[in-house]
């Protein structure tokens, strides 16, 4: 019987759970790899059939084909032959067991050992019912064939199957020549297209792995209708492109050349369109100028460890810093000669960055520290010698976002030529000195506060208050005090009275 389900057509060996386990360096990898292989080998005794599937197979293969380091460390294993009750019945004995997708067919079990999830399916079996990601009625069905299911995985290298008893990868599409190729092809022409939300898993995928496109796949994805996708999966998919590549850029082309951007984000797709002034951008349109930015701005990350939404500040502040240009750019005499120009373009970029972010489904942790690092990207071309006092202000203008976030960004902006990497810029300069003057990372705390305005001057909360504080802030940051109490004496001999 359990042939039916097939160990398919096994292309390759690599060594078994058990094996790996024993080499792995990281102990919770380790443990969660012999919690897989055990309970595979409870299956097989109950007549089953366990295989390893989705983003762990894949970067298993490619590991071996480019010599990278595994980089998947979610273990999803689909199990054939087994009813989905009786399954989740046998997981209970290996740690706390979540239903969330038992309408699916998937269940999460959460190892008692490590804590972390190993998922847990059946394979399922989908029809169309109506338009949208979300148009699909799915039920389980543990008896389909190894190549059945496999067949409803949108890309070929997302197709594999590895049975982590035995070693065997199990290659029913051809997923291994094309991740050596490095080719991102459709499963199947007709059921790929299904799924509209499989247009943007391409464009990440093309960006993380660096792959180019098969010409069919291009053109079923330029044909799917990309209005219906919730605008939180269309993030979560540009998120996984910045934060996981090494080269956005080639997610980013991908998104152009699929047709994403023309569909859902227009205000990217202009971009190509809008010229820069050769003698400052030598790498031709905006489009071209944000893609080389993007990449800085994955190596920043990279290079200073940045996570969470320190990532995507940086990440998201590359992408959006010169949507402005789309509206402001036009041809002007300079010193007799005729320029491209895009003057005010910084200001003209909010509005444009907070439509894109919030397409995207973006926090407003984001939306609102991203927005005035684009509002300000070039302060350093604007104000090359600050005054101590101009700075500290700058830092106080930028909250939420700080100094260094936008150093960072600005940083990537000077590095969006197509040349060499070069860490010391105009911005970074700014930076050192917002260190010395401990305003980096957030603005100097108001020495005088309203409490010391009620304490020692009987003044009343009201309108008089914001102007007599912002007075004094205004005083503090030009070092003419530095108590609270010699604050209050300033404000008695030099605040202007009528």
Not at 201 to 216: C, H
Not at 355 to 363: I, Y
Not at 437 to 447: F, N, Q
Request: some cysteine; hydrophobic content about 40%.
């Amino acid at each position: 019987m359990r042939q039916e389900y097939g160990y398919g057509e096994v292309s390759r060996r690599f060594e078994p759970f058990l094996v790996r386990a024993s080499l792995e360096a990281d102990p919770s990898l380790s443990a969660d790899l012999r919690l897989a292989s055990q309970i595979a080998a409870d299956i097989f005794v109950n007549d089953g059939l366990a295989l390893v599937v989705g983003g762990f197979a894949r970067d298993m293969a490619l590991t071996e084909i480019t010599d990278k380091p595994l980089a998947s460390k979610d273990i999803d294993i689909e199990v054939y032959g087994v009813k989905f009750d009786d399954l989740v019945a046998g997981l209970q004995a290996y740690g706390k067991v979540d239903m969330v997708g038992a309408s699916f067919g998937i269940a999460k079990l959460t190892s008692r050992q490590t804590g972390n999830v190993l998922d847990f399916s059946i394979p399922r079996e989908d029809s169309k019912v109506d338009i949208g990601h979300r148009g699909f009625a799915v039920r389980g069905n543990p008896n389909m064939s190894v190549r059945e299911a496999a067949k409803r995985r949108d890309l070929t290298i997302n197709a594999l199957a590895f049975n982590p008893l035995t070693g065997g990868l199990i290659d029913e599409y051809g997923g291994v020549d094309d991740l050596r190729a490095g080719i991102l092809r459709a499963t199947d022409v007709e059921l790929f297209g299904d799924d509209p939300l499989r247009a943007l898993r391409v464009m990440q995928f093309a960006g993380r792995f660096g792959f180019s496109i098969d010409p069919g796949t291009v053109e079923i994805c330029r044909k799917l209708d990309l209005s219906e996708l919730a605008a939180e999966r269309v993030g979560e998919e540009w998120v996984k492109l910045l934060t996981k590549s090494e080269k956005p850029s080639i997610g980013m082309e991908a998104a152009r050349q699929l047709g994403i951007l023309e569909q859902l984000h227009p205000d990217l797709a202009v971009l190509d369109t809008i010229p820069q002034e050769p003698g400052w951008h030598p790498e031709g349109n905006v489009w071209n100028h944000t893609k080389h930015v993007a990449d800085s701005a994955a190596r920043v990350v990279r290079d200073e460890g940045l996570t969470g939404d320190d990532a995507l500040f940086v990440l998201f502040g590359a992408i959006c810093h010169d949507l402005g240009k789309a509206t402001t750019t036009e041809m002007r005499e300079k010193q007799g000669v005729m320029r491209i120009t895009a003057h005010g373009h910084e200001a003209a970029g909010v509005e444009p960055t907070i439509r894109f972010l919030k397409q995207l489904s973006l926090s407003n942790v984001v939306i609102n520290t991203v927005t005035p690092i684009v509002r300000d990207h070039l302060y350093h071309v604007h104000n090359p010698n600050p005054t101590d006092k101009q700075l500290q202000r700058f830092a106080e203008r930028l909250v939420p976002a700080s100094i260094r976030l936008w150093d960072l960004v600005s940083r990537c902006d000077s590095n969006g030529r197509g040349y060499g990497f070069e860490p010391t810029t105009p911005s970074h300069a700014l930076y050192q000195r917002s260190l010395e003057l401990k305003v980096a990372e957030k603005p100097a705390k108001p020495i005088v506060q309203g409490r010391d305005l009620i304490a020692h001057l009987k003044m009343k909360p009201g309108p008089a208050f914001k102007p007599a504080l912002d007075f004094l802030y205004d005083a503090q940051l030009g070092g003419l005090f530095a108590s609270v109490e010699d604050g209050i004496d300033y404000y008695k001999t030099h605040y202007p009275t009528e």
